[in-house]
């Protein structure tokens, strides 16, 4: 049950920004029903605050109040209504709204999806390491709970907001919305998006992003692209992560790009390995590549 | 299981357009390729609409099977998979023309007379 207003909809889901200051204890109530509330302008610091309703209940929607239910009554007439309205639409015209917002500052922003355990966190971290002499770079980190990733992250000396969807298995645009408004993104610059770990339904949820990066671990199965379809044909980039441990492993990467290509034949697809630095190379070049696209677009 | 947030938006939009009507009938349209099952959404529906304008009103599906043209001979196949390769010419790719559709179709409100 929504526990701001008692209305029985919605997990609560809070953010928290990650510096190497403090952290700022802004707390977001993102039920998708109707609270409403200010952060200032984006790039603007978090901060503790009321939540504002702007909106009145209607009475079929306070207290224990049930709506009518029951047979037809005499009196009462029944009356067909075409909507032809997309379930995702407002999720999809946030989401456009964020990608006009960061492709206005040349923010490359990636999400980055993948089973639990694929080594997300663990890549994040040895490029933010890598890379922080030459770019500048923030994370947003969705996780259900715990700010353990955050923390991690600011462990590498970059800035992170922590986003704990609850009882939520993906992060919507709205999410990274107010994200955006907690975290100081700097023009020219890298965003990774770390989504809830999950193959299914993030693919669904457009944030705004520039591109979806699935991380596809060799400790998976070479079948993983043909068992979650939908998530491979909606990333442009999969990093098949861990390769360090593919002498120990009956893991073919011959098969698993050959499944992956099938599933989007546009798919880029690089071998890499965060412990080992094998192949990051060719990770690195593909996100100045695209860095600079944005900057110039 | 995105069924429920997709679920809750349905019963958002539904509930908005009711303007205070009681909702007796949901028709939705769920495509085969859109990554939501349509089990999961009537049992998700139940949930949802409680304490709302559309509780008890009864949820329909129509569920589109999925269809894709090959960008290189232009054929058009049955699709089961969001991709694939063309069947007929081997080479080109299938891009899906049917069953991604998540959509409300229609909705019935009962209004006082």
New interface residues.
Partial sequence: MCVTCGCGQGAETELTLHDDEHVHGGHTHLSNHGHSHDHGAPGGHGHDHEHSHDHTHPPFHSGNARAPTGPMVPGRDRRSIALESQVLAKNQLIAERNRGWLSGRGILALNLVSSPGAGKTTLLERTLVDLRDELKMAVIEGDQATSNDAQRILATGTCAVQINTGTGCHLEADMLERALHLLPAEPNSLLFIENVGNLVCPALFDLGEHSKVVIFSVTEGEDKPLKYPHMFAAASLVLLSKTDLLPHLRFESKRAVENALSVNPDLELLEVSAYSGVGLDSWYTWLRRNLAAQEGS | ??EL??T???V???SE?AA?Q?V??VL?EIGCL???MPDAVRFCFDV?T???????ASLEIIEIPGRGRCDSCAEETPLA?????CPICRTG?LRPTAGQE????????????
């Fill in positions: 299981m995105h947030s997709i809750r938006s349905v958002a939009i539904v357009r205070g009681r007796t009938r939705l859109s990554a939501v949802c409680r304490g709302t304008p559309v509780e008890g998979a969001p991709a694939g390769r790719r998540l959509n409300i179709k229609e909705m019935e409100v009962e209004s006082c007379v």
